[in-house]
C-alpha cells in the first residue's frame, strides 16, 4: 500500500509546504495499527517477538534534519526505544539479562504505572566473535544516484573493510536491471582487491532485487562457514521494479539457505522514493535486522558495530511473554511491537518465527498498566525464550514484577526510564495515538532534557533533544 503522508503532530495543522508532501509521495509504508488496552482477567498474556530494528527512528531523524516530520505510517514505536543504549546491566551468568522498572506514568491517565522491561544480550570481544562470511548485495540503480546514496554505502565499506579480520570474508553482488558479481568472496586480508571492487561500484539502470539477491545467495553458500556468521547485507532503497517483487515471495525462492543458517539484513537508503515495507519484511523473516541509514555517520556505526560482537546473534527466534496477574492488574497496554504480535499459544512453538539478538544488543519495551484500587503483590511475570545458537536447544528465563517496585513518583525513576518514556511519548505524538493524552512536544522535550543531563555519556539522548527541538520550531 501507497501512504500519503499524514498530518504532524497537530492534526488541524498541514505540512509546510507542498515539497514536503512530493517527498512522501512515492515513499512506501504499512500501517499496523496501535494496540489497545486489554483487560487482564480477559487476556493476561502478552506476547512477541524480541526485535531490535531501528530503521523507523533513522528515517524520522533524516525527515526532520530535511526539515520535514515523516509520515505518521512510517513510526513504529519499537524501533524509537531500541534506536538507544538504556546501559542494562550485563548477564551475571548466561545470554541475557532481565531488567525491570515501574513508575507512575507521566503521560497517561490519572493512576496508570509505566512499566519498562529491558532484555540485555551479553557482550562479545571482537578477538572473540566467531569468523564472518559477509555477503552485500548493493543497489547500484539509477535512483541510488539521488542524493549520494551509493557513494555513502561505498564510504561505509571501505571504513568496513579496514575492520575485516584474516578469517573473514566479503562478497559483493550489485544490481540494476540485472546482477553482476562485484568481488568473489575475498578474504579481509586482501585489502587492496575489497577497495578495488567498492571503488568500482556505479548506479544505473532499473531495480532488479530479485536477481541480485539470487547471486548473492549462490556467493553466501559458496563463502558458507559452518558454526560462523552467515550473512547477506543488502543497501537498497527498496523500489523493485523488475523481477519479483513481494517479500515472501522472494525469501521462499531461498528458503533452503535461511534454513541452513544464512541471515539476511536490509540496509534502507534514501527519501522520495523508497519501500519501507519491502526492506522491513525481508529482513523480518530473513532473520536478520532492518536498519536506515541517514548520513555516512550512521552507515560506519551500523557497520562499525556489525563487525564487533553484534553481528553474531546470541539467540533465535527470541520472544517475550509477560504474564499479568489479573488480581493486581486491571489492565495494560503494549506501547508498540504491532507488527511483532505472536500468539500466546506460539511461545513455546520455535517454529514460530521470532526474533534474532546478537551479542551487546538490547531491547527495549514499555507497558502502561492500571492496577485495581490499592492492589499490591505481583505485577506480571517476564518470560523470554530464545534458541541457543551453539547448542540449537531452547532456553528460558524469567523475572517477577511487584508492586515493591513502584517508585512513588515517576521524578524518582532513572535516567534510563525517563529517555524510554520520552521516546515512545514522541513516537506516539508522531503517529496520532489515541492514547496521548493531549501531551504537549513541550512536555516530552522537558524530560528528555532530563534524561540528557543525567547520560551525560550517551550521544543518541543528546541527539534527540536536538530533534526535538527541530520538531517543536516546525510546529509553531
Known sequence: ?????????????????????????SMYFQNYGTNPFVRTETDPLST??????????????????????????????????????????????????????????????TNYELVQIGIQARDIAVADRKPAALTFVIDSSGS???????????????????????????????FSNEMRIVLQPTTGANQMDIITAINSLEPNGGTNAEAGLRAGFDLAWQAFKPGGINRILMCSDGVANSGMTEPS????????????????????VGMGNYNDILLEQLADKG??????????????????????????????????????????????????????????????????DGGEVG??????????????????????????RYVDMDTNAPVEESLLISTEQIHSSFDRSSARMHLAASVAEFAELLRHSRWNNDTDILDVLDLAEEAA???????????????LKQAERMHQ
Open 359 to 384: 551479542g551487546g544488543h538490547n531491547v527495549t519495551a514499555l507497558y502502561e498498566i492500571k492496577r485495581h484500587p490499592d492492589a499490591r503483590g505481583p505485577i506480571a511475570q517476564v518470560n523470554i
Open 287 to 352: 532473520d536478520g535486522n532492518y536498519a536506515y541509514i541517514d548520513s555516512t555517520d550512521e552507515a560506519q556505526r551500523l557497520f562499525g558495530e556489525q563487525l564487533t560482537g553484534s553481528l553474531e546473534t546470541i539467540g533465535r527466534e527470541a520472544k517475550i511473554q509477560v504474564s499479568f496477574d489479573p488480581t493486581v492488574v486491571k489492565r495494560y497496554r503494549l506501547i508498540g511491537y504491532e507488527n511483532r504480535d505472536v500468539a500466546d499459544s506460539d511461545f513455546r512453538n520455535d517454529s514460530v
Open 144 to 174: 541510488m544516484e539521488q542524493d549520494g546514496r551509493l557513494e555513502m554505502v561505498k564510504n561505509a565499506l571501505l571504513y568496513l573493510a579496514g575492520k575485516l579480520q584474516p578469517d573473514d570474508s566479503l562478497a559483493i553482488v550489485a
Open 249 to 268: 515471495q522472494l525469501l521462499a525462492t531461498f528458503q533452503e539457505y535461511l534454513d541452513a543458517g544464512v541471515q539476511l539484513s536490509t540496509y534502507g
Open 453 to 467: 543531563l543525567d547520560l551525560p555519556n550517551n550521544q543518541g539522548a543528546a541527539e534527540f533533544v536536538n530533534l
Open 48 to 109: 512477541f517477538a524480541m526485535d531490535i530494528d531501528s530503521a523507523s527512528y533513522s528515517l524520522m531523524r533524516s525527515s526532520i534534519n530535511q526539515g520535514m516530520l515523516p509520515p505518521a505510517d512510517s513510526v513504529r514505536v519499537e524501533e524509537f526505544l531500541n534506536a538507544f543504549d538504556y546501559d542494562y546491566p550485563q548477564p551475571e551468568d548466561g545470554d541475557f539479562a532481565i531488567y525491570s522498572e515501574v513508575a507512575p506514568s507521566p503521560f497517561g491517565g
Open 1 to 25: 500500500m501507497q501512504v500519503m503522508p499524514t498530518q504532524p503532530l497537530d492534526p488541524g495543522r498541514p505540512y509546510s509546504s507542498d515539497q514536503d508532501q512530493e517527498v512522501f509521495d
